[in-house]
């Protein structure tokens, strides 16, 4: 893919003396010049992957790269260095070394040519010096994984949950959308198999891919039974076809027998309906054939979900087991004993506390006690009852009576009364 240089890719592009100083090349060695070094490191390396990121590249080359940053007809010098940098921190990788890191046998011949190539840029890293082919190509590997894991969302929803296995050219045209090639596709086939996210596995010259559950941290491993679902689901799309063709069919002998009706060839009309009828009959197979392969299926996706419920039993039964071990019975009885222990001691504390331990009669009879209360109750006078109020009459009766109460007392505290009131100057006081 052709990219020309950016405009403008730093606010610092138009400063002539540092754009000299950072398109010159790197000191022989860090040693030298450190200030130099660094600064230049600091400056190429994350406009590197801000280049990349700009025009949406997973991959590029040296010879691209410095297209990206001509200046005045001129690339920087010190790209090599960078990149190198860059690789040892685990930023870049070459395709190479990428693909070389795990089994991919099942690459095609073409893209194996075009991955795996003589590790010249490696060999020229461990002897020391800078040399990188112009040519060679270098991933960026955040990128590829974040293409990777796109890659396996749009082919999980594209397959049955219950058997995510589909043949790797299939797979390939899912994701024509999201990969701009099959080399694209494979570098991000080869990050999933680095994360045993699928496995790719050989079958009668055939390549098939198997997926992780969406969720699942298990490493994914193509087993007899998924190569047996595989083999279902492939005879199943065939006899689909095959019986999608026969409908047809039988549907063109139908309108072929009008046609010699209509012509009065009532012989070849006759014969049009004995082919349409034997057409129908073998649809009727393929349609046989087709439901036992769904039982089957359909069993083979139970018997999966049994084996789930079985593993969840296993391990509520270990978890049960293991949170259990330090409990019995025994123990159990004794913490019991010793909880009723500590609340009757609780309740003994309690009642000398409230003072419910002493004998407030003097140990006597309650029942001389009872005899004695109702014989002082009985010496204590009745109240008279409160006469009814009759009207004026008995205001003015009431008040006499209390005036004379009252003069009583006052003789006896004070001595003789000089004078006393009316009942009728009381009635006109109250009044």
Known sequence: MAAGPLEQPHPDW??????????????????????????????WAPLVLQAASRRRRLRFTPRELGGWFQRNGAAPLGLGTVLQHLARRGVIQTESSFAASVETGWLARGVWLLLVKPLRWTLASILGTDTISPDESFIIVDHIKDKAAEVLRLCQRSLDASHPVAALSTLQQECQGVCEDEKTFCLCLVQLQKDKKVAVAELGGERIVKLAHPGSNKPVVVTEVDVGVYHLMNCEKMLSHKAEALSQEADGYKEEARKQIRAGKKHMALKSLKMKKRTFKQLDDVHAKLDTIDTILDRIRSSQTDLKVVEAYQAGLGAL???????????????????????????DIRKTLAGESFDVAGGADVSDLEAELNALLQEEPQLPDVPADT?????????????????????????????????AACLELAQ
């Not at 100083?21 to 660094?38: E, G, P």
């Not at 025994?330 to 001691?345: G, S």
């Not at 008995?394 to 001595?415: I, P, V, Y």
């Open 14 to 43: 138009a400063d002539e003396q540092r754009m000299a100083f950072l398109f010159s090349a790197f000191k022989q060695s860090r040693d030298v010049d450190s200030a130099d070094w660094d600064g230049k490191l600091a400056f």
């Open 321 to 347: 087991r293991q949170s259990m071990k330090d409990v019995s019975v025994e123990k159990v009885e004794n913490l019991m004993d010793e909880i009723e222990q500590f609340c009757d001691t609780q309740d």
């Open 391 to 423: 009207g004026p009459a008995a205001s003015l009766g009431e008040d006499n009576q209390l005036l004379a109460e009252h003069n009583k007392l006052s003789l006896t505290d004070q001595g003789p009364v000089v004078e006393s009131r009316k009942p």
